[in-house]
């Protein structure tokens, strides 16, 4: 495909447009939340003060027995670093596998903004019609782009072959 294909492919998918109007959507709905959320916060602000108190008395007591935990874990540490090898390994291998996923999952994302926006752009639209519809003419190359093929020399428009509009008549 030639670069300039690919170039007009590129200005032309209106893909991250949507996609930029879907993620705008969504966050004027959750800001729309917000004041509510507030209201609640200021309710249960007694609370969670509470809750925070009994929390940090729990913390306090679990620093209490810490050193005995401590020395006990490293007395308990597994002295073959075969084991441990082998551990590493897995743990990276389900790392691998939980950033796969976290991109499969932000495809998906991105692919569910976009059609979110076209939504949005199509309901914004005063004729009301699809963004897909509308496809821009085609235009002439420019002659000063460069071949794929000779990087040195400017690309030369087709000239019209001599008789082939007589012919037509």
């Given at each position: 495909m030639p670069i300039t294909d690919e170039i007009k492919k590129t200005l032309t998918d209106p893909t991250p447009l949507y996609a930029l109007a879907g993620a705008g959507d969504l966050a004027y709905e959750?800001?729309?939340?917000?004041?509510g959320l507030v209201e609640a916060l200021a309710a249960d602000r007694q609370g969670a003060q509470e809750k925070a108190t009994a929390r940090l008395h729990e913390a306090q007591e679990l620093l209490a027995g810490a050193p005995a935990k401590v020395t006990e874990a490293v007395t308990a540490f597994p002295a073959d670093l075969k084991v441990l090898q082998e551990r590493a390994q897995g743990f990276a291998l389900q790392q691998v596998a939980r950033a796969l996923e976290l991109a499969v999952r932000a495809k998906e994302t991105y692919d569910e903004l976009a059609e979110r926006g076209k939504v949005v752009v199509d309901k914004a639209r005063p004729q009301g019609g699809s963004a897909e519809a509308v496809e821009p003419a085609d235009e002439p190359v420019r002659a000063e782009l460069?071949?794929?093929?000779?990087?040195?020399?400017?690309k030369k428009p087709a000239k019209a072959r001599k008789g082939t509009a007589d012919a037509s008549e």
């Open positions: 959750k800001l729309r939340e917000v004041p460069v071949d794929d093929a000779d990087t040195s020399a400017p």
